[in-house]
């Protein structure tokens, strides 16, 4: 109740006071004052409950008695209503927030859901929404104020297990928990919708599984490690030989490509020795270089002397 509504009842009960007294008294002007106060007094209470401030990250909902729910909503600020055949029903437009868990309550406890294999699974999450602020009027009719109760709760109940008995235990907790997470909010988001709710997001804050199937589950998983660590290991191997191989190869390769080119070679030089036989002078002549002791005359039978034995001579 406003302040000026009070100022009017204030106002309507010092005029009824009046009142008695001038009948009392039997005084004419005293019951006009009190006449003139009483009128006031109601024309400023009706006229208070006229005009309503709607508090901001709200819109009003108006019901007439008349014509029922109006599908236009008041916006924040002041508004005017009319008095006693219309009430206005606030309803946060703001951000709002469900948080499923083990401890948030019998409203809001964690959700059980059963896996593909039938396994159970305890899943903890928070549910991220808004309500279509031109859409209010449509709830209220349709639901009531009570919508997150009613709709919202049930609806992502309903969807994260649905969604869960599409996937294993091991893939809930592990390799595919994003994407059952991505396909939770596109199901919930579709589902809000047709209602005007629209969804911001889905985090499932934790995924529990019995504690056996999760011993079961890192058993596998260290086996599936050691199995690829020896796989590794073997290919290590594999890698190693092929190596050795390659190398050998190439040292073989390297070895038949210098004795082919040695053979070659040598081929070369015997059909230069047999085109030009004075090489072989020439390369008799290089060796005795350092130290001469033998001349070659040249000669049609390209004759040698020995020089020591010449010089040596008494």
């Known amino acids: ?85 219309e009430s206005v029903t606030l309803f946060t437009v703001r951000e709002q927030s469900i948080t499923f868990a083990e401890d948030a309550g019998a409203d809001s406890n964690d959700i059980e859901a ?34 997150v109760t009613k709709l919202v709760t049930p609806q992502v109940r309903s969807v994260i297990r649905n969604s869960v008995a599409n996937y294993k235990a091991a893939e809930v907790i592990s390799t595919r928990r994003s994407e059952l997470e991505t396909e939770i909010e596109t199901e919930l988001s579709t589902a809000l919708a047709k209602s005007s709710i629209t969804l911001i997001e889905v985090l499932l804050r934790d995924v529990r599984i019995p504690e056996s199937i999760s011993v079961a589950i890192e058993r596998k998983q260290a086996a599936e490690q050691e199995v ?62 350092p130290t001469i002791n033998t001349i070659m005359l040249p000669t049609e039978s390209n004759m040698l002397l020995d020089m020591k034995s010449i010089l040596n001579k008494p």
Do not use: W
């Open 114 to 147: 059963l896996s593909q294999e039938g396994l159970q699974i305890d899943i903890d999450a928070t549910v991220r929404f808004e309500i279509d602020d031109t859409e209010a009027a449509s709830i209220y009719q349709n639901i009531g104020q009570g919508y």
């Open 228 to 289: 690829e660590i020896e796989e590794n290991l073997r290919l290590q191997a594999q890698i190693a030989a092929q190596r050795v191989v390659t190398e050998a190869e190439g040292l073989r390769d390297a070895a038949i490509a210098r004795a082919e080119g040695e053979a070659q070679a040598l081929r070369l030089k015997g059909e230069a020795i047999r085109d030009n036989p004075e090489i072989i002078q020439l390369e008799i002549a290089e060796k005795l270089a």
């Open 1 to 85: 109740m406003g302040i000026i509504t009070l100022i009017g009842l204030a106002m309507i009960v010092f005029a009824l006071v009046l009142m008695v007294q001038a009948v009392q008294g039997r005084s004419a002007s005293t019951r006009g004052l009190a006449s003139l106060l009483l009128v006031a007094g109601i024309v400023i209470a009706i006229l208070s409950r006229s005009f309503l401030v709607v508090p901001a990250g709200n819109v009003g909902v108006v019901f007439n008695a008349f014509s029922g729910v109006k599908q236009r909503e008041l916006e924040e600020g002041l508004n005017f209503v009319l008095p006693i055949v």
